[in-house]
């Protein structure tokens, strides 16, 4: 345990400064289109996270958004929301047998299609929730879903290519 704790700090710091250097200071399509690729360190918790735990990290995650965004509480919120949903989606893709101890929600370990729903359903949800708190109208609903579908596309596919690029396959 203490050995995946010291391996995922830095990881996290990794994914939060590129977030907050690199990626929040793009302007797709206007500022219409933002991957969230912080969302990771969340993602990738192991599957025997306590629900608790989760909930703590997605506030300290949302916290460091927030304030890096000037943004009061939409990260935190929306971190907190993917924390609270993230053990309903992994039930519903687990596999027959259940997840392996010691195994990680990553693309070389859970293959391309549970990664793709697991991934994609938490970033919908993630993001709609996001961009629903910014706007709080109605009447933008149509602009946010795009938003959300675009951002999410975004956001999936920079999560493939850092799964495909940084980790590597771990079974035998």
């Given amino acids: 345990m203490l050995r995946t704790a010291t391996s995922d700090i830095p990881r996290a710091i990794l ?3 590129v977030q907050i250097l690199v990626l929040n200071q793009l302007d797709l399509f ?3 289109v933002l991957p969230y690729l ?6 990738l918790l192991p599957f ?7 909930l703590i990290l997605g506030l300290a995650v949302g916290s460091i958004m927030d304030v890096f965004s000037n943004t009061p509480g939409m990260h935190i919120s929306a971190c907190l929301v ?4 993230r053990p ?9 047998d ?7 929600p990553v693309l070389s370990d859970m293959g391309w299609q549970w990664y793709f729903l697991y991934a994609g359903a938490i970033t919908l949800v ?8 910014e706007v709080m109208r109605f009447n933008l609903m149509p602009s946010v879903l795009l938003r959300t579908l675009l951002s999410s596309l975004a956001t999936i596919i920079l999560l493939f290519l850092v799964q495909l690029l940084f980790f590597r396959t771990s079974k035998k």
């Fill in 88 to 96: 309903g989606i992994l039930r519903m893709i687990s596999p027959r």
């Fill in 15 to 17: 994914l939060l400064l």
């Fill in 126 to 133: 993630h993001h709609l929730w996001l961009f629903s708190i």
């Fill in 48 to 54: 025997e996270t306590k629900k608790g735990v989760q």
């Fill in 30 to 32: 206007n500022g219409f």
């Fill in 98 to 104: 259940g997840y392996e101890i010691g195994t990680k």
């Fill in 82 to 85: 993917l924390c609270f949903i």
């Fill in 38 to 43: 912080y969302i990771l360190v969340l993602l």
